[in-house]
């Protein structure tokens, strides 16, 4: 039997029953998905290998110990997971400091912090609701190739296979829908950068 021609579902519930092989092949399966989810949103590769890391640990726990629910959705679960752990890592970048009534103060280092600003976020957000209104303008099949490309993050194989279309026809509908955006961008006057 040949491993990497299985199903998720299948791999999830044989490594439950003891086979370690198979968690290696749903990590091979779906990591450079999970690692990009972390790293566009965590943008250092230290850190982003870090919660990737701890993503499949709780992954592996949570099997371990028989809680997973199998619903046929081992990816979108994963990217959950990962999505969490990111939001743990910006809640902990949050917390100040405290600083010591008899400890010298620099004000510079307290507010030297990196990460997104609670203005950039609102803007991220803002964005993103604008963007998520347009594609909902888009037609159905436009709208759909655009969602599992980028929200879920399928390979143009993926799409027309679920799709049951061809490639090519996949590749075309996500360059009308990418080309309608703009169109609708321009048409709206809204503004997606920071």
Known sequence: MDMLQLPDSKLVSMYMKGNEACLGV?????????????????????LANDVFQDAFLKIIQTLKKGKYNEEGKFLPWVLRIAHNLV?????????????????????????????????????WDQIEGDL????????????EVLKLR?????????????????????????????????????QHNIVLTQ
């Open 150 to 186: 980028h929200y879920s993050r399928m390979s143009f194989k993926e799409i027309a296979e679920q799709t049951d279309v061809s490639i090519n026809t996949a590749l075309g509908r996500m360059r009308y829908a990418l080309i309608n955006l703009r169109k609708l961008i321009e």
């Open 26 to 46: 749903l990590i091979n399966r779906h990591q450079a998905k999970i690692y990009n989810y972390i790293i566009v949103r965590i943008r250092d590769e230290d």
């Open 87 to 123: 939001i743990d890592h910006f809640r902990r970048l949050k917390r100040m400091p405290t600083i010591s009534p008899t400890a010298e103060f620099d004000i510079f280092d307290v507010i030297k912090d990196e990460s997104p600003s609670v203005e950039s976020s609102l803007i």
């Open 132 to 143: 998520k209104k347009l594609i909902d303008f888009l037609p159905d099949e436009q709208r």
